[in-house]
Nanobody, 115 residues
Framework: QVQLVESGGGLVQPGGSLRLSCATSGFSFRSYVMRWYRQAPGKERELVAHITNPGSTNYADSVKGRFTITRDNAKNTVYLQMNSLKAEDTDVYYC?????????WGQGTEVTVSS
């Protein structure tokens, strides 16, 4: 079965860092574009970062220069390194795999940025 499991969320102070992981199974990971989204109450679900294989990336303007998306094809895992975190980064972060008309979603991991 297809599975995407996010981890690494938690509470961090402003200016701090977190590394999110999304471990996947049940599909051909190398053939999929991987994405991180985030969503908080009162906000639309936002595309945060996007990575192809072999690794072209795109980022939302709000996170450029602070977040880095990477993928490890040997581990079927995508990561989101988040630095210089701000209070407005507080969201549930979701991992997604996309190819043509197929989209898979994880259950999300919560990130809270607060002093």
């Amino acid at each position: 079965q297809v599975q995407l499991v996010e981890s690494g969320g938690g509470l961090v102070q402003p200016g701090g860092s977190l590394r999110l992981s999304c471990a996947t199974s049940g599909f051909s990971f190398r053939s999929y574009v991987m994405r991180w989204y985030r969503q908080a109450p009162g906000k639309e679900r936002e595309l945060v970062a996007h990575i192809t294989n072999p690794g072209s990336t795109n980022y939302a303007d709000s996170v450029k220069g602070r977040f880095t998306i990477t993928r490890d094809n040997a581990k079927n895992t995508v990561y989101l390194q988040m630095n210089s975190l701000k209070a407005e980064d507080t969201d549930v972060y979701y991992c997604s795999a996309v190819q043509w008309g197929t989209i898979y979603w994880g259950q999300g991991t919560e990130v809270t940025v607060s002093s």
